[in-house]
T-cell receptor, first 117, second 115 residues
Framework: GAVVSQHPSRVICKSGTSVKIECRSL??????MFWYRQFPKKSLMLMAT?????????EQGVEKDKFLINHASLTLSTLTVTSAHPEDSSFYIC?????????????FGPGTRLTVL | DQQVKQNSPSLSVQEGRISILNCDYT??????FLWYKKYPAEGPTFLIS?????DKNEDGRFTVFLNKSAKHLSLHIVPSQPGDSAVYFC??????????????FGTGTLLAVQP
């Protein structure tokens, strides 16, 4: 099956620093990648949709200047949490979609646990 | 506004018995539904899906039932195995969402299968 990786799996940083999370589709090309955030015992909340070569589409309430998304190639999307604060601590998960069909399945990465001190 | 709801945060069943996980949705535009399984500190993995033109889809031990009039779907696992213990999320999407194929997730149900 399709494999999506994320790096790093876990990061601890000081308040005010920026953190970059990478999402890679290892054995397929993903024209669309999605970034989710999950709080403890909560649902996965879609943050943004990332299309290769174009600007990301952010969900309502998500600060685009805070969460920078770059989809530089068909196999890589990055999420940069700028000037991180403790409230940004969360589990961030990316997913990648194969193809352009409406119902094409999304494959999820293993997630990145961000802790901001 | 939680458009997809899983009202049972947890469920415990005995090994070999049936597990039934429920999901309700409010948006009548949703026409494709999926179930994902998630272990702690891992990303979700796809289990099974169903289109709104069907009311049942079966894959091995997993069956999803859709009741459009009640805006309700359920996942049946039979027989349940200890390895099924995980958090199960239902998710919904709409063709009207366009090519972005956004998924709206429920809050999840923690299934514990007792040996």
């Amino acid at each position: 099956g399709a494999v999506v990786s994320q790096h790093p799996s876990r990061v601890i940083c000081k308040s005010g620093t920026s953190v970059k999370i990478e999402c890679r589709s290892l054995d397929f090309q993903a024209t669309t990648m999605f970034w989710y955030r999950q709080f403890p015992k909560k649902s996965l909340m879609l943050m943004a949709t990332s299309n290769e070569g174009s600007k990301a589409t952010y969900e309502q309430g998500v600060e685009k200047d805070k969460f920078l998304i770059n989809h530089a190639s068909l196999t890589l999307s990055t999420l940069t949490v700028t000037s991180a604060h403790p409230e940004d601590s969360s589990f961030y998960i990316c997913s990648a979609r194969i193809g352009e069909g409406t119902y094409n399945e999304q494959f999820f990465g293993p997630g990145t646990r961000l802790t901001v001190l | 506004d939680q458009q997809v709801k899983q009202n049972s945060p947890s469920l415990s069943v005995q090994e070999g018995r049936i597990s039934i996980l429920n999901c309700d949705y409010t948006n009548s535009m949703f026409d494709y539904f999926l179930w994902y399984k998630k272990y702690p500190a891992e990303g979700p993995t796809f289990l099974i899906s169903i289109s709104s033109i069907k009311d049942k889809n079966e894959d091995g031990r997993f069956t999803v039932f859709l009741n459009k009039s009640a805006k309700h779907l359920s996942l049946h696992i039979v027989p349940s195995q200890p390895g099924d213990s995980a958090v199960y999320f239902c998710a919904a999407s709409s063709i009207y969402g366009g090519a972005t194929n956004k998924l709206i997730f429920g809050t999840g149900t923690l299934l514990a299968v007792q040996p």
